[in-house]
Structure formats: structure tokens, C-alpha cells
């Protein structure tokens, strides 16, 4: 996509609004420049290399991750790829991933990132809880990062669903679940989530991230 410089340079003073893309899951999905950085973003919320990127660019520090032995990566969620492009450039990281998106939309707007290798990643186009149960292999890190706009899909919260990703993470494979809480129904939904999880793992790190977001790290 080729982008002006006149935006470019008013993307420093203003986000630009680059295309609007029509998707039935994602309400005002588009592509915006903000500081000559190409963003895919909704109404509310940042899906890709805004400040959906810092979130996990300040969890996986905060992790041990470094450390760890990461041959295969389970995505749910995928975006344009930020997370992948994290741990690729930063981490050095280049093992297997399994992405899914529900949103062919977004899927198709890949390609305006090409500082990320796809090369290894499998992407999958479909609803991730019905996907997972599709999948045969297992994974050494688990990334959950599923929502329409600002909102949590409520499967996650189903106990089934935290057992199914269980059964599909090796013995020392770590789980990292992204949420917001923006009202008190939500944030109780989300504490009664994390004692649920507890029940099936050792240990549940909590991370509180830019005021808004809570990443779950699970093992």
C-alpha cells in the first residue's frame, strides 16, 4: 500500500485514517497511520502495532520467556501478526505458529506488513473455540487474545475452554490471556475466570498493563 508523504507527515500531528475495511465481526475495523506507523485499529481498540503491540512487548519482558524452549506457538487471536512480529524481532524467536483469526478481513491485511515472516505460521480462519478442538499437537506457549472491539468473547470464560487449551500445552508450557474489565460485571466476570483457572494450574501471574489491560500469565 503505498501511503503519501503528506500523510505520513500529518500522521505526526494527527491519526490519518488510511482505509476503512466493511467486516461483520469487528465494527470500524481500519487501517490508521499514527506517527508514520501503520495501525490496524477498531472504533475502541488497537488490534495491531499500537497499543495492543506495547502490551505484549511489556508482558513477554516480564516473563521468563527468554528462557524458555518455544518450538511451537498456539495463537488465539492473530490480528496482523504483532505478537508474532515481537517475538521474531525482539526475542529472535522463529518457531512454529498456529494463528487463529476469525476475521478473513483482517487476514487479507497481512500482507501491508511485510517486516514480519509468515513463513512458519499456519493461519487458520475460524471461530478459535471451535477450532481448537480440531487441533492434534501441542504447543509451549499458549496466547489468547480474543475480542470483538473492547469485548471478551464469553466462551473464554467457559470452563471447558480453559480444559481444552490444557490439554493442548506440553508440561512446561506457559499460557498468556489477555483482558479489560470496563465495567464492575466485567471485572467480577473476570475474577471468578481466574479462580477457575487456578483450579486446573499452579500458578497464575497477574499483570496489570496501560490502566486498561490484564495479562494472565498461566503455568
Same mark, same amino acid.
Given at each position: ?34 506517527? @508514520? ?7 475502541? %481498540?488497537? $488490534?495491531? $502495532? @499500537? ?7 511489556? +508482558? ?7 528462557? !524458555? ?6 495463537? !488465539? ?21 498456529? %494463528?487463529? =483469526? ?23 480462519? @475460524?471461530?478459535?473455540?471451535? =477450532? ?6 501441542? $504447543? ?5 487474545? !480474543?475480542?470483538?472491539? !473492547? ?56 499483570? =496489570? +498493563? ?8 498461566? $503455568?
Amino acid at each position: 500500500m503505498k501511503i503519501s508523504w503528506l500523510k505520513h507527515l500529518l500522521s505526526y500531528f494527527f491519526v490519518i485514517t488510511v482505509k476503512k475495511i466493511p467486516s461483520k465481526f469487528s465494527k470500524g475495523l481500519c487501517l490508521q497511520l499514527e506517527a @508514520g506507523k501503520l495501525l490496524l485499529n477498531t472504533k475502541n %481498540a488497537n $488490534y495491531s $502495532y @499500537g497499543n495492543l503491540h506495547k502490551v505484549f512487548e511489556i +508482558v513477554f519482558n516480564r516473563t521468563n520467556i527468554r528462557n !524458555l524452549k518455544i518450538e511451537n506457538v498456539l495463537l !488465539l487471536g492473530l490480528g496482523t501478526g504483532s505478537v508474532i512480529n515481537i517475538l521474531q524481532k525482539k526475542y529472535n524467536l522463529i518457531p512454529h505458529f498456529t %494463528a487463529i =483469526e476469525i476475521d478473513p478481513e483482517i487476514i487479507k491485511l497481512i500482507k501491508y506488513w511485510d517486516n514480519t515472516d509468515f513463513t512458519n505460521t499456519e493461519i487458520i480462519c @475460524g471461530d478459535a473455540f471451535n =477450532e481448537i478442538k480440531k487441533l492434534h499437537k501441542t $504447543y509451549d506457549l499458549v496466547i489468547i487474545d !480474543l475480542f470483538f472491539d !473492547l469485548q471478551m468473547p464469553s466462551e473464554i470464560f467457559d470452563k471447558g475452554f480453559i480444559s481444552s487449551i490444557k490439554k493442548l500445552m506440553n508440561n512446561n508450557a506457559v499460557m498468556l490471556i489477555n483482558s479489560i474489565a470496563l465495567s464492575k460485571q466485567q471485572k467480577l466476570l473476570i475474577n471468578e475466570f481466574k479462580v477457575s483457572v487456578f483450579k486446573q494450574f499452579k500458578t497464575i501471574k497477574t499483570h =496489570e +498493563v496501560l490502566e486498561l489491560n490484564t495479562v494472565f500469565e498461566v $503455568y
